[in-house]
Nanobody
Framework: QVQLVESGGGLVQAGGSLRLSCAAS????????MGWLRQAPGKEREFVAA????????YYADSMKGRFAISRDNAKNTVYLQVNRMKPEDTAVYYC????????????WGQGTQVTVSS
């Protein structure tokens, strides 16, 4: 069982940057592939990025490459999402999730953190 708590969301101006954090409970954090997904108002939830258990591999949705960077610190049981050059269309609730491996079902979810980008 993994419990996930996101933080770092808020209001940011277009062109600005934000770093989201996701803190995990439990001693098995380092076994999981971690990911970030987001859901904009009126849209379906979409994949943003993922990182392997060891942190050696990262995966990004094609539309997210270049401005998004995922990282993790297994000693701190935390995964991060750095977002640069933010755009109003990045406005969404950002969710942290855990899976056994990349491509498998996201088994555990955080409650989400709201990110709003003003133009």
């Amino acid at each position: 069982q993994v419990q996930l708590v996101e933080s770092g969301g808020g209001l940011v101006q277009a062109g600005g940057s934000l770093r989201l954090s996701c803190a995990a409970s439990g001693r098995t954090f380092s076994r999981y592939t971690m990911g970030w997904l987001r859901q904009a108002p009126g849209k379906e939830r979409e994949f943003v990025a993922a990182i392997s258990a060891s942190g050696s591999s990262t995966y990004y949705a094609d539309s997210m490459k270049g401005r998004f960077a995922i990282s993790r610190d297994n000693a701190k049981n935390t995964v991060y999402l750095q977002v640069n050059r933010m755009k109003p269309e990045d406005t969404a609730v950002y969710y942290c999730a855990a899976a056994n491996y990349y491509g498998s079902t996201w088994d555990y979810w955080g409650q989400g953190t709201q990110v709003t980008v003003s133009s």
